[in-house]
C-alpha cells in the first residue's frame, strides 16, 4: 500500500547518536539499490547513503565515518546509524531507490542536532 516510512528521527544534541529505519514495500526492495537522502532547511535534497543489494555501501563525503547505513532483507527495512552528529546535520531524512524514484518519496523523519 504505502511504498515506504521512515521513521527514528530526534532531537538530540551535537556528538549524539540516532538511529533511523526505514520499511520498504517488498516489491520495491527485493531487488534494489537503496539510500538516504536529506533536505536541511533552506537547502535542496542531498544523498546521504545508498546499499546496494550485494551490501556493499557507500556514503557521503560529509557524513562518512559518522554514519553507516545496513538493511535486513527479512524485515524489509533500511537502517542508517548516525553517530558524532553535528548541527549541520540537522534535516528531513528520506529513504529511496537509489538512483530515486520521484514517485516513491515518503514523509520523511526529522533529525534536529542542537544543544
Known amino acids: 500500500q504505502v511504498p515506504l516510512v521512515e521513521s527514528g528521527g530526534d532531537l538530540v544534541q551535537p556528538g549524539g547518536s540516532l538511529r533511523l529505519s526505514c520499511t520498504v514495500s517488498?516489491?520495491?526492495?527485493?531487488?534494489?539499490?537503496m539510500g538516504w537522502y536529506r533536505q536541511a532547511p533552506g537547502k535542496q535534497r542531498e544523498f546521504v547513503a545508498l546499499?546496494?543489494?550485494?551490501?556493499?555501501?557507500n556514503c557521503a563525503d560529509s557524513v562518512k565515518g559518522r554514519f553507516t547505513i545496513s538493511r535486513d532483507i527479512a524485515k524489509n527495512t533500511v537502517y542508517l546509524q548516525m553517530n558524532s552528529l553535528k548541527p549541520e546535520d540537522t534535516g528531513v531524512y528520506y529513504c529511496?531507490?537509489?538512483?530515486?524514484?520521484?514517485?516513491?518519496w515518503g514523509q520523511g523523519t526529522q533529525v534536529t542536532v542542537s544543544s
Open positions: 529511496n531507490t537509489f538512483p530515486r524514484f520521484d514517485y516513491i
Open positions: 546499499i546496494a543489494v550485494g551490501g556493499s555501501t
Open positions: 517488498r516489491s520495491i526492495f527485493s531487488a534494489r539499490t
